[in-house]
Every structure is written in structure tokens, then in C-alpha cells.
């Protein structure tokens, strides 16, 4: 479903992205690790849109090429993006960011059952509907941002840290609803710090390393993996 | 005196609060500082007065030329000035500069033409100039009318910008454009329709002036101090502040006139930008989006 091939991204002359390529197949939810400026935003981002790739990428959604889409366009197409540190709207309502994520042409008609989809995700969000996001505790965020996300009825949900900043309680309160948007169907592409959490909901991972792609392996295989067990879990585990 | 100077400041607040809507439009979604934006006011100024003293048209009338080609107006400009800065643009910070220094030309250019076509005198027409009872006070009819037009649009705007999903995708851009391009709205098309939107705004405002205020080829710069500090005062992007602060400011201005000295409604105007800015650093509203 999501095909990245060859894809390359600087800013000005720093490199962030070397001839990265991977796949997310439909249904699949593939996690992305890798340690602190390896460049797992810069992917996700030029994915999104909001960077634009080197000459030479290729980013292909169900076959439609996206490499040079602007981020509305790529949404359009069925990928959306909750970007490091959730970009909500802070300064407006849950109910204005969740009508806002059925902005989108492909998600406008379907918008009275996304709100119950999403409602019925996030009991919470129904009674907080008028509360200004910027109020909420950080698990509420993350909520709306997944429920904006959701509305504009993405076939692929990119998750950039969603953990970040959260308590872990809350964390795997999270990891339980974004299995429950996995089961339904949805490809999930994850970048995490919480490798044992996004490794337990994963098909398959991915080990980036200064803008490559260093390891791959099913989810199960990398859990067990020397390497990973070294570099993120911690080597006494 | 007290009602006849209360209403009087209302007039004036309602079509500053016009004003500050269009500006804050242009400033908080487009990110764009327009130093032209008062050549806009005094060029549907003129229209209005040129319309009325060959064609005998009611400026009501004008506005349903000069509301679509206010926003015709910003759109083009915005196509052909803004455009280019925009795409070259890598911080908001640097589009500013650039947009103030694009536009502090485009100011020159239009209050050129409008001293050679118009001269440089005093103009005004004299528009229902007749006085009608209010709350057992006398007002001049077309005081009136200004006041009526201004809670019309500006009413009118307020409600397209915050119940439809159409205003609400701009005021998410004016929060977060990133984050507006990540729910599928087109940022850069929303500028350019927030520019032109504050265009019109600025076309309305006009003639809503001109049918009870004198004006020349160069008051455009006042007016464009008097919609940036009330933008400020407001908060940057944030209409309902606009709204506010633009009422309040006309009814500081109207009655310091009134009861202490004509003379001080500059001072009135500067000290209460000071005093709220002392306040609350962000505006009466904070920078928001409400
Ligand atoms: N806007 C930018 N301008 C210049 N360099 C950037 C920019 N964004 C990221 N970089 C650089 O690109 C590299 C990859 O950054 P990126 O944010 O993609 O890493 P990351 O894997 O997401 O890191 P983290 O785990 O800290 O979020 C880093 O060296 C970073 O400094
Ligand atoms: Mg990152």
C-alpha cells in the first residue's frame, strides 16, 4: 500500500534521510526505532508532504506517486499524519479540531459517523466536546489529536511519538486504543521510544540509524534480537 | 450630551472594529503586515464619493461594488505582490519584513495616484445629512446608517468565521498553518482568501467613512495605525478581539473629545494601546483564534 523507495531529504546541505525504502502493507502496523536525530520525523514528515524529498525518491500510496504532493494532497489520498508533540489546535474546541480532521473532500460526507467512530474510541472526548484543547491534560490531547486524525478517514495513521510526555499509565491506556484503531482495519506507521509497547501492537519494524535504514525483522524477531535488546530495552533484559 | 456621545463613539468603534477585522485577517491568517491596507480604505472612499457626486449613488449602494472589488482587489494583489515573498519566505518572521516592505511601496504607489486623480484637499459629500431623534438625542441619519453597516458585516464575518467549518479552517491556520495542512486545508489558499476577505473589509470600511468623515489622498496611514494598534489591542488574529477593542478605542476617542479636549484623541488612543498592552502583553484576548 505505502511503497518508499530510494527516498533522500536534506535541509540546505544536512542530510537527514540516505536512500531510506520500506513498506507498510494494508493492515499492517509497522514501527519505526531508532535513536534521537536518526531521522525518523524527517520520514515521516516526507511522507506527509511537509518536507519535500531529493530528485530521485519515490513515494508511492496505492500506486498514486506523493513524492512531490503538498500535505493537503497526500491527506486526500488517505495518509494521515499526528506530527511530534500531537499538533492540535490549542486555541480551539474538541468539537472545532475533530470537524477540522473531516476537512478533507474523501472524509466531508462520511463526517456525522466519524464523530460517533470517534466518540465511541474516546467516551471522554463526547463530554468535553466545548473545552479548548490547550486545557486538557496531555492523554486528552493525544486523544483528539488520534480523533482529528481518524475523521478524515485515513486508510494509513502515521504516529510520530504519540507517547512523548505522557504518563505510563497513560501510555498504555494509548497503546490499548491505538490496537483497538489497528483491529479495525486501519495501517498504522509508528515512531516510538517505547519499543516493548509499539513492538507488542507491531507486524514488523524497522532500525534506522543516521538516515538509513540499518535492521528490519517481524515484530516478534526484533523483540528478541540481541541488538535491539541492547540499543533500546536496556542490555539486562 | 453623555447618550449623544456614547452613540457617536459606537458609530466610530463600529466601523473601526470593521476595519481591525479586515487587518487582522490579513495579519493573523495570511501572516502578512499590509502598511497599504488604509490606501484600500481611502480608495473606496473615493469611489464612494466619486459614484455620489457624478451618479448620484447612495454609498449603500457602492457597497455592493466595492465589498466584491475590495476582495477582487486583495486577491490579485496577493497573487502577483504577496505570492513570490510568500514562496521565498522561510520563517514567518522573514515574511513580515518582507511583506512591510512590499507593501510600504505598494502604499506609495496608490496614494500617488490617488494625490494626482484627487488632489490633496479635504473631500467629503454630504450623504442624509439630517438629524434624527435617538434615545432623545439628535444624530445625523448617516451616523446611523454607518452603524448599522458596521454591526451588518461585521456581525456577518464573526458569524461566517466562527460556526462555519469554512471560517473555522481559517482560524486554524492562524493557529497552527502546519497543523492546517495536516487536516487537508489548502494554507496557502486560505491566505490568499483571508487577504482578500480583509480587502473587502477594508473596501467596506471606507465607504462606511466616507459617509460621514472628510478625507484626503494621504489619511490612509492613519487609518492604518488606528486598525494596527486595535489589531494589537485585540489580540493578532483573534476577531472577536478586533471586535472589542475597535469599540472600545472609538468610544475612548469619542468621549475624551466630548468631555476633555478634541485635541487629545491621539493621546487617548496611544495611552490605552500602552495601558492594555501593559495589561495583558498578548492582547485583550490573547493571541487566539476565537
Ligand atoms: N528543520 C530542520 N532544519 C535543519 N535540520 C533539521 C531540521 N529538522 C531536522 N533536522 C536534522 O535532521 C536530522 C534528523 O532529524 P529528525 O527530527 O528527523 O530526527 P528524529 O529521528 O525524529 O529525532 P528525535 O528522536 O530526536 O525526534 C537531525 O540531525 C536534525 O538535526
Ligand atoms: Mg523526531
Redesign the pocket.
Known sequence: MLEVQGLSLH??R?V?LDNVSLKVGKGETVVIL??????????LKGIAGLVRPAAGSRIRFNGIPIETASPHHVLETGIALIP?GRGVFGDLTVSENLALGAYARRARDERETSFELVFGLFPRLAERRRQFVNTMSGGEQQMVAIGRALMSRPELLML??PSLGLAPVVVHELFRSLDLVRQSGLSLLI?E?NVRLSLEIADRGYL?DA?RITGQGTASVLLDDPAVKRAFLGAAV | MLVTAILSGLVLGGTYALLAMGLTLQYGIARIMNLAYGELIIVAAFLAYTLFATLGLSPVWTLFIAIPAGFALGWGIYGVLMQPLVRRARTPAGLEIDSILATFGLLFVIQGLLLVSFGANFTSYSYLNVAVDVFGTKLAANRLIALALAVVLGGAIYFALTRTLWGTALRAVSVSPVSASLVGIDVDRAARTAFALGGALAAAGGVVISMYQTFTATSGVVFTMKALIIVIMGGVGNILGALSAGLVLGLAETLVATYVDPGLTLATTYGLFIAILLWRPTGLFGRAAR
Not at chain 1, 531508532?34 to 520520514?43: F, M, R, T, V
Request: aromatic fraction near 4%.
Open positions: 535541509y540546505d544536512h537527514a531508532g535513536a534521537n536525530g536518526a531521522g525518523k520525523s524527517s520520514l511530534e510520530d511519538e515512531v521510544q534506522a538516515g
